[in-house]
């Protein structure tokens, strides 16, 4: 979906000013708002792609005025009223009232057990059938495309003339696994653009960009 996240290339929203020495968090609630993500997570009821969708799902107003870790928070809140974990009077009170998850399904995050979670991941390649479409060296255009729902697309790169550089295997496509209609797994291509097809006539001759793109983004170049 085009969202209010998908800002790559856009202007007007001011200069980027990066912290010296930036902490990992600037107050307590955002550890707190990580942690309960992290957590919440680990009850294995929705994916990373269908986290992701629930943050750029966000109004637009709500989203830019909005930080980071508040967006997160935001997010996790829909999440756990969509698996039905919480209620709407469970969030407006904070405190759980009634047993939302049964007991022979709950999954506790201890803290001891975070680091070797983090460590574990979660693979996303899978072995398909079919043989890639491209190879590295073939010229490709990506789709031209707004779908309504989660895409890893973005939209500066759309429509776009480019070189595949690399093909990274198959992996589980993110458009589909966002919203419950299975894994579908896909070729995965690094693809790179000289910077004047991105950003025109202005970009630095000498610049390149790539990213990664499933199958179905790409045609023949």
């Known amino acids: 979906m085009n969202g209010p996240q998908d800002l ?3 202007a007007g929203f001011g200069p980027i000013a990066p912290e010296a020495d930036e902490p990992v968090f600037h107050a307590r609630w955002e550890a707190r ?5 992290l957590a919440a997570g680990a009850l294995g009821r929705w994916s990373i792609d269908e986290s992701r969708h629930a943050r750029e799902s966000l109004h637009p107003a709500d989203y830019y005025a909005s930080s980071y870790y508040a967006i997160w928070i935001k997010a996790l809140e829909t999440l756990l009223l969509r698996h039905g974990l919480v209620t709407r009077d469970e969030l ?5 009232g009634g047993d939302a998850v049964r007991e022979g399904e709950r999954r506790v995050l201890r803290a001891a057990g975070v680091p070797g979670m983090l460590a574990r991941r979660t693979p996303y390649a899978r072995e398909i059938a079919q043989a890639p479409a491209f190879a590295p060296g073939d010229r490709v255009r990506t789709a031209v495309m707004h779908p309504p729902g989660h895409t890893r697309l973005p939209r500066y790169a759309r429509g776009k003339l480019g070189t595949v550089e690399r093909v990274n295997g198959a992996h589980v496509f993110p458009d589909s696994n966002a919203h419950g209609r299975g894994e579908a797994p896909q070729w995965l291509y690094t693809v790179v653009f000289d910077a004047a097809e991105i950003w025109g006539r202005d970009a630095d001759p000498a610049q390149r960009l790539s990213i990664d793109a499933w199958e179905s983004y790409l045609e023949p170049g």
Do not use: E, H, I
């Not at 708002?33 to 993500?37: D, M, P, R, S």
């Not at 407006?92 to 759980?96: E, F, K, S, T």
């Open 92 to 96: 407006r009170a904070g405190n759980p």
């Open 33 to 37: 708002a990580l942690g309960l993500t």
């Open 8 to 10: 790559g290339g856009q």
